[in-house]
């Protein structure tokens, strides 16, 4: 019987890791079929091939925050195999897009699927270890994302070689087998009936993303002070306006308030959306500057920039120990530090003459090292200063301030690039990588030491009063 349990227990941990890790694997694994892309869409301008990025953390980011309270309320078993199959499917859909168009929807919809996944699984994970080892649980989610974003790199490149369809086929059989496993393995968690979600409010705040990260992206392109970009912004200002507006009055609002009036809760988010812009910036120029730059094939750039991604995967769980014991505002801004130190060793170092091991590869593993540092400390951040019942929802928080980060690092660095960069363009976007990391280190900082807070009275959550006080703690 025992046995039984404990492997049914190591099957839910293993489907859920699943999860995190083909979407990390999604993240990244783009990027290095980027150049690929060009050539099957040679038509296409490298900001409008950059939303096959930009429609997954965008929709991604919208869809977090209502899949963690749907969780919450609603069970996270349920909600999580619906975003693996959702995701499953839609990375089908991506393998057999036939033009541009289609590509864009698919990764939109694969992103939807990531978003029921990804605070879902937190809760599951976290259900599944003792309180006393909750930081090794954090340590693990985190740990599982760079073992995934370290096989998107030499794996991307290996299937791009062949067939950028490929990068998205891997995910099939990976995805088919965790569903089967998933029913039987994981547990039902509560079924609380709540408020329907505030869908008007998640449509605002896709649009509003969408527009943002289109008037950067686009704006090189189209001039600054063309009616289109005002037009954009003008709408991207706006519905990020009404989107507050209704989070302040609907009883299931895209963004809840009272999470955000938890000061480190706050901060812990901002922390994570200017690192991820970072690393956004990282990602998309990494591969550029290797293909384009140095005249380095996809698979050779993948396997150049792998290092970094690995030295984060051997550092991630560790790192998540000592955010719990020593603080993540410590232990993040180390973290932040390092990848910024990356990011200007990049900057100053790199030049047109190809030198991995002079020049780029210490920049790669000092940026990874902080990459690994700083992932738990986020996530600790982010989630430690919540009440239980609301870990589902604090962490579509944070994973929505992430992709937000991701998809304006992207764009800005797509504007950066437009046109026919050399070696000092690249080193702007170098530099725009450190100038976020560091930002991010200081709100992490700010944060100070995160202890839990007491759990909820018997019978029920914490009620508004109490998170109220959870905000000034």
């Known amino acids: 019987m025992r046995s039984s349990a404990g492997l049914r227990r190591g099957l839910a941990i293993a489907v859920i890791l699943v999860g995190v890790f083909v979407s990390a694997v999604d993240m990244l694994i783009v990027n290095i079929a980027f150049p690929r892309l060009e050539e099957s869409f040679p038509s296409a301008s490298l900001t409008g091939l950059s939303w096959v990025m930009s429609a ?34 839609a990375s089908a859909g991506c393998a057999a897009a036939p033009d541009l168009g289609v590509l864009i929807a698919t990764r939109a919809l694969q992103g939807v699927g990531a978003a ?54 891997v995910n099939l059989p990976l995805g088919a087998v965790a569903l089967l496993l998933g029913g039987w393995s994981l547990t039902r968690s509560g079924t609380e009936d709540g408020p329907r979600p505030d869908l008007l409010g998640i449509g605002l705040l896709a649009v509003s993303v969408g527009a943002i990260v289109g008037t950067i992206s686009q704006g090189q392109a189209w001039g600054w002070t063309s009616a289109q970009v005002i037009g954009l912004s003008a709408v991207g200002v706006l519905g990020l306006v009404l989107t507050v507006h209704r989070a302040r009055r609907h009883p299931a609002p895209v963004i809840e308030p009272a999470l955000l009036r938890i000061r480190k809760v706050a901060l812990g988010n901002v922390a994570t959306g200017f690192f991820f812009m970072g690393v956004g910036a990282m990602a998309l120029s990494t591969i550029l500057f290797l293909t384009q730059i140095w005249r380095h094939t996809t698979l050779r750039g993948a396997l150049e920039i792998a290092p970094g991604p690995i030295a984060a995967t051997l550092f991630a769980v560790p790192s998540g120990i000592l955010a719990v014991r020593y603080g993540a505002h410590l232990v993040g801004a180390v973290g932040a530090g390092l990848f910024a130190a990356g990011g200007l060793w990049w900057a100053f170092a790199v030049d047109g003459t190809p030198d991995f091991t002079g020049t780029f590869l210490p920049g790669g593993i000092v940026g990874g090292i902080g990459f690994g540092v700083i992932l738990p400390a986020l996530a600790a951040a982010s989630t430690l200063a919540l009440p239980p ?39 702007t976007a170098f530099l725009i990588m450190a100038g976020a990391s560091l930002v991010s280190g200081l709100a992490l900082f700010a944060i100070g030491p995160t202890t839990p807070p007491a759990p909820a009275a018997p019978g029920g959550e914490h009620q508004p009063e109490q998170l109220s006080r959870a905000a000034t703690s």
């Open 389 to 427: 019942e609301r870990v589902a929802t604090g962490t579509g928080m944070a994973s929505m301030s992430r992709q937000i980060g991701m998809a304006l690092g992207v764009a800005v660095v797509s504007a950066v690039l437009t046109g026919h960069p050399g070696v000092a363009t690249y080193r």
């Open 116 to 169: 029921l996944m990804a605070p879902s699984s937190m809760s599951l994970l976290l259900g599944l270890f003792p309180p006393r080892k909750r930081g090794v649980a954090v340590g693990l989610w985190t740990a599982v994302g760079g073992v995934g974003s370290a096989a998107a790199l030499p794996l991307g490149g290996l299937l791009a070689e062949v067939d950028w369809r490929w990068v998205f086929v």
């Open 56 to 89: 997954y953390a965008i929709t991604y980011a919208a869809l977090l925050l209502p899949s963690g309270r749907w969780a919450d309320r609603s069970g996270t078993k349920q909600v999580f195999l619906l975003g693996l199959g959702v995701f499953t499917a």
